[in-house]
T-cell receptor, first 116, second 108 residues
Framework: NAGVTQTPKFQVLKTGQSMTLQCAQD?????MSWYRQDPGMGLRLIHY???????DQGEVPNGYNVSRSTTEDFPLRLLSAAPSQTSVYFC???????????????FGSGTQLSVL | DAKTTQPPSMDCAEGRAANLPCNHS???????VYWYRQIHSQGPQYIIH???NNETNEMASLIITEDRKSSTLILPHATLRDTAVYYC?????????FGTGTSLTVIP
């Protein structure tokens, strides 16, 4: 099993450009989520999904869009990148996210994004 | 989900037990206590979680007070590879708020 795969690992954008960060998992997990981590800070939740067709906002959703058309994939879209979105982005998944107590989060290796 | 409070940093001698405290005084009855750690800039790694009872696995032990307002993660024999940021989270399972954690340094 590959686990949680994030692409790309590094990306440089100019202000105003758009891009999509990809996240895929092969563990048949229902729950997927996106976090950002700024230098010296903890992870902040951007968006999450408890299953295909269902998404919800986390702490810092502004400037980001998500969709969940399949169980395996949960892409994060930046429609108009801003320097404030320079960060490391982590995708994570878990079994169901419904409070069953089985919610071990499995993380990808991260995407380092710089917006100039 | 309940907020948690952790000391920003701790040191531990190699081979000794590392005891990392966490306060979660507003935890609700259906929130679990989770611990994760992050080594360098890698993705966080799950360590252990529990609801009421103390838990132990191959990595660590989790001690939760009877009133569930605080917990302690115990690494029984810390090694240099345990140097990391440790996050304590109270969650029902669909939103995890990581905070800034405790930076543990294991000293040779």
């Amino acid at each position: 099993n590959a686990g949680v795969t994030q692409t790309p690992k590094f990306q440089v954008l100019k202000t105003g450009q758009s891009m999509t960060l990809q996240c895929a998992q092969d563990m048949n997990h229902e729950y997927m989520s996106w976090y950002r981590q700024d230098p010296g800070m903890g992870l902040r939740l951007i968006h999450y999904s408890v299953g295909a067709g269902i998404t919800d906002q986390g702490e810092v959703p502004n400037g980001y869009n998500v969709s969940r058309s399949t169980t395996e994939d949960f892409p994060l879209r930046l429609l108009s990148a801003a320097p404030s979105q320079t960060s490391v982005y982590f995708c994570a998944s878990s079994y169901d996210g419904q409070g069953s107590g089985s919610e071990k989060l499995f993380f990808g290796s991260g995407t380092q994004l710089s917006v100039l | 989900d309940a907020k948690t409070t952790q000391p920003p940093s701790m040191d531990c001698a190699e081979g000794r037990a590392a005891n990392l405290p966490c306060n979660h005084s507003t935890i609700s009855g259906n929130e679990y206590v989770y611990w994760y750690r992050q080594i360098h800039s890698q993705g966080p790694q799950y360590i252990i979680h529990g609801l009421k009872n103390n838990e132990t696995n191959e990595m660590a032990s989790l001690i939760i007070t009877e009133d569930r307002k605080s917990s302690t993660l115990i690494l029984p024999h810390a090694t240099l590879r345990d140097t990391a940021v440790y996050y304590c989270i109270a969650s029902t399972g669909n939103q995890f708020y990581f905070g800034t954690g405790t930076s543990l340094t294991v000293i040779p």
